[in-house]
């Protein structure tokens, strides 16, 4: 199979990244060394290219309700154009078809920013719900567009230092919102614990920024720094900690379904028939001998978990995890990790593990 | 890709140095370094024990993986690099000065029976 490109490739191929397929994409896993990609978010700038992932545009009379009943956060709470907002999207068994971003510009249209890997199945997911709602709308992917982040304390900086004439904007812009400048949609939003922006934008002009905003001084960075960053910040990861056959009340993601009223989304009946059954919790591998990674077998005294994603975090200079625990499980709790043939200890804590570039746990 | 003229080496990217003792060093290449990405734990083996060719003997991670270490030779473990332990980046930085154990080989001439640096050159590059 022949992997898809985004508009950057040859730029990353140039500059010397290592490419790996993600989700059927030719991608830049690191430039050299993802923990210094790594650091250089968390005290900096760092530059990733996610045009991987798919801008939907939903634009008609009915897209507020529609989406009201195809996702389990309410977008009834965007309610200023610009506003974003993160959900899952279930289907009717309650499992997560996809984790998403959606943004509100105008009662006709709504933008939902998903995953590579599941584009497709989300675009016949939203196929099918529109066809069974009657609602009149147009689902347009828009592979037209190219999006990049900037991430790190200083990145809005910088990215006004390439781009002054966007400042008056989006330095009013809190956090989960975005602005329209031009034919660039600049979004304060983000996937690694850290202050910046998302940006989405022609194609034809994503590689003349890029360049820009990386002489200006933001270091490329890697989908392997992404993981790192996104872990530390305890925010899920799509096919790893959740997928078509997860409850988001076990994927740590009961924060995000909204049941506050009668409103009926897709899955909710399941959802609420089945219930909470595990919990989403953080692991810190407290004994040496080892890298926490996905699929390892918790043992606690409550039963078995298991680790959804695990790394060894930079900023901590330890390995973290995230996992699906028994309920009952107590954040303190010494737990062990069963690591190739040893029974590692690991405390369990509560995620995010660094948020804007301070250690949340204890070490 | 760096590969010593002097050394040899396993397709399982494992390189073999003879020590003026008639111990062997073994570590990982440059190559499989460059492959992993940033090392960050090494299990080396225990001091005397005794080995197979091609046993697993330890494990090297990185941010991203787990990857065994393989003994290229029969024999008995007579040291492990306790360095690594402290600083597992020194085989980011150097792979070839990065040793993690020597073997007392049961039979020295096996050494020559791995791949010379042109050999590795090309199962590496395949």
Redesign the interface.
Request: cysteine-free; overall charge negative.
């Given at each position: 199979m022949t992997l898809k490109t985004t508009p950057l490739n040859a730029v990353h191929k140039a500059s010397g990244a290592r490419t790996v397929d993600f989700g059927g994409w030719d991608m830049p896993v690191n430039y050299g060394s993802q923990i210094e990609e790594h650091h250089a978010v968390r005290r900096d700038a760092g530059l990733f290219d996610v045009s991987h992932m798919l801008a939907v545009d939903l634009e008609g009379p009915g897209v507020r309700e529609f989406l009201r009943r195809a996702l389990a956060n309410d977008v009834a709470k965007l309610k200023t154009p610009g506003k974003a907002l993160y959900s899952c999207m279930l289907n009717e068994e309650g499992g997560v078809v996809d984790d998403l971003i959606t943004y509100f510009f105008r009662e006709d249209w709504f933008r939902l920013v998903v995953n590579a890997g599941t584009a497709e199945k989300d675009l016949a997911w939203l196929g099918r719900l529109r066809s069974a709602s009657g609602a009149t709308l147009t689902i347009t992917p828009r592979r037209d567009l190219a999006i990049v982040a900037i991430q790190g304390p200083k990145a809005r900086e910088r990215f006004w230092q390439a781009y002054p004439a966007t400042r008056a904007a989006t330095e009013p812009l809190g956090p989960f919102s975005a602005a329209q400048v031009g034919t660039w949609m600049i979004a304060r939003t983000g996937y690694t614990g850290e202050d910046g922006f998302e940006v989405i934008l022609p194609a034809g002009d994503v590689v003349p920024m890029w360049e820009k905003l990386a002489a200006g001084g933001a270091r490329p960075a890697g989908l392997g720094a992404r993981d790192t960053l996104r872990l530390e910040a305890g925010m899920n990861l799509y096919g790893q900690d959740m997928d078509d056959a997860t409850s988001p009340l076990d994927a740590g993601l009961a924060w995000t379904v909204d049941l506050k009223d009668a409103r009926d989304f897709t899955g909710r009946k399941a959802l609420e028939r089945r219930g909470q059954k595990q919990q989403f919790l953080g692991l810190l591998l407290t004994d040496s001998g080892g890298v926490l990674r996905a699929h390892q077998k918790v043992r606690t005294a409550q039963g078995e978990g298991e680790i959804t994603s695990g790394t060894f975090s930079p900023t901590l200079g330890k390995s973290i995890a995230l996992a699906r625990l028994p309920l009952g499980v107590a954040v303190g709790d010494t737990v062990h990790v069963l690591v190739r043939d040893k029974a590692l200890a690991a405390r369990v804590v509560k995620a995010p593990f660094v948020r804007n570039g301070k250690t949340l746990v204890q070490p | 890709m760096k590969i010593p003229k002097e050394l040899r080496y396993t397709e399982s990217h494992e390189w073999a140095r003879r020590e003026a003792d008639g111990t062997v060093s073994i570590g990982i290449t440059d190559h499989a370094q460059e492959q992993l990405?940033?090392i960050?734990?090494v299990?080396a083996p225990q001091a005397g024990r005794k080995v197979a060719a091609g046993e697993s003997v330890g494990?090297v991670?990185s941010?991203?993986a787990?990857s065994d270490i393989y003994a290229p030779i029969a024999g008995e473990i007579v040291a492990v690099n306790a360095d690594l332990?402290a600083a597992p980046e020194s085989v980011?930085e150097d792979a070839y000065a990065a040793w993690m154990y020597r073997i007392k080989p049961a039979n020295p001439a096996d050494l020559d029976k791995l791949l010379d640096a042109a050999a590795y050159e090309k199962a590496a590059s395949a």
């Open positions: - | 990405g940033d960050v734990f299990e494990v991670e941010v991203k787990a332990a980011n």
